[in-house]
């Protein structure tokens, strides 16, 4: 007759053994997928399929289709939303203070397509945002209110921002060194 402790002890393997096999079925189905899917990239016209089996495929809409999923998965949220699109030529209004800027409405346009890197909130309750912009362009952007982006974020030109009370600070930097606005 068994003791407890042998009972429990079979009970325990049983338990880790039907595990261990669900694991290893689930992980030889992601092996066989991603040997079938590397196959069907490598191979897009499936040659050897025709060559040796007489398989009339091609595996080019599938494989654009799997790239455009993956494209979407791994991109980061647009900010686009025409709601906040102003016309392509933006234009920053110089202040009568260094760095200091106004635009034409409340709120402040991205000069080129970017990225956000920075959101952060400020002991004064204003906000200090960071843009890289395509061009090499970088443009920190301080004393803004109520910012419209994320980290993150990839903008387009024209897309605003974040709104200013009455102006902006913003510095503008390119290969690491300081430049004004009419440099850009």
């Known amino acids: 007759m068994e003791t407890?402790?042998?009972?429990r002890n079979r009970?325990?393997?049983?338990?880790k053994s039907n595990v261990l096999k669900f694991f290893s079925l689930i992980f030889g189905i992601i092996a066989i997928?991603?040997?079938?899917?590397?196959?069907?990239k490598k191979d897009e016209n499936?040659?050897?399929l025709k060559e040796n089996f007489n398989v009339e495929t091609s595996f080019k809409e599938t494989n654009t289709k799997i790239d455009a999923f993956l494209a979407s998965l791994f991109t980061f949220k647009n900010?686009?939303?025409?709601?906040?699109?102003?016309?392509q030529n933006v234009i920053y209004l110089p202040s009568?203070?260094?760095s200091y800027f106004t635009c034409e409405g409340e709120l402040i346009p991205s000069l080129s397509d970017g990225i956000v890197y920075q959101v952060s909130l400020e002991e004064d309750n204003s906000y200090t945002i960071l843009v890289e912009y395509d061009n090499s362009?970088?443009?920190c952007y301080y004393q803004v209110y109520e910012p419209l982006v994320k980290v993150y974020d990839q903008i387009k030109k024209g897309d605003y921002i974040a709104s200013y009370n009455t102006e902006f600070k913003a510095l503008f930097k390119r290969n690491g060194k300081l430049i004004t606005y009419e440099q850009i």
Do not use: H, P
Request: proline fraction near 0%; hydrophobic fraction near 50%.
């Open 4 to 7: 407890a402790n042998q009972i």
């Open 11 to 15: 009970l325990t393997n049983e338990k």
């Open 33 to 40: 997928v991603l040997g079938v899917l590397i196959y069907m």
């Open 46 to 48: 499936a040659t050897f």
């Open 79 to 87: 900010v686009t939303n025409k709601d906040q699109l102003v016309n």
């Open 96 to 98: 009568e203070q260094s």
């Open 137 to 139: 362009l970088i443009v």
